[in-house]
């Protein structure tokens, strides 16, 4: 389990290697790796609040690639630079030329509460 910043679209989820210092090559990163060897993941996506009843996750399940270059590493670049205005100031994807795509083939969802009922 990795901790990711990521881009949602039209069913693809969007991951960058970002320019932030690592204490090890992009490659032997453990996300890198775990990737290569097997590319069928599952991306955890979850809302805390104190509040409980505003509670909420998604679970993305998929064929993860590797990008280094074309349109998709292009979107996926300025989806995440448009989210996070961090990326806007530090180096992103094409500094360190990998994305991660997820291609979505099952989502799940869960909320505590219906929207109604949160406040």
Not at 62 to 71: D, F, K, S, V
Request: charged share 30%; proline share 3%.
């Amino acid at each position: 389990m990795v901790p990711i910043c990521y881009a949602w679209d039209d069913g693809a989820l969007f991951s960058a290697i970002d320019a932030k210092p690592k204490s090890r090559p992009v490659e032997s990163l453990k996300r890198i790796r775990n990737i290569r060897e097997n590319d069928k993941v599952s991306v955890v996506v979850d809302h805390y609040d104190e509040n409980w009843k505003a509670l909420r996750y998604a679970i993305v399940q998929g064929r993860a690639h590797l990008l280094t270059g074309g349109a998709d590493f292009t979107r996926g670049a300025d989806l995440l630079r448009a989210k996070y205005p961090q990326y806007r100031e530090m180096g992103l994807a094409r500094e360190s030329g990998l994305m991660i795509k997820v291609e979505a083939e099952k989502v799940t969802h869960w909320a505590f509460a219906a929207e109604a009922d949160r406040a």
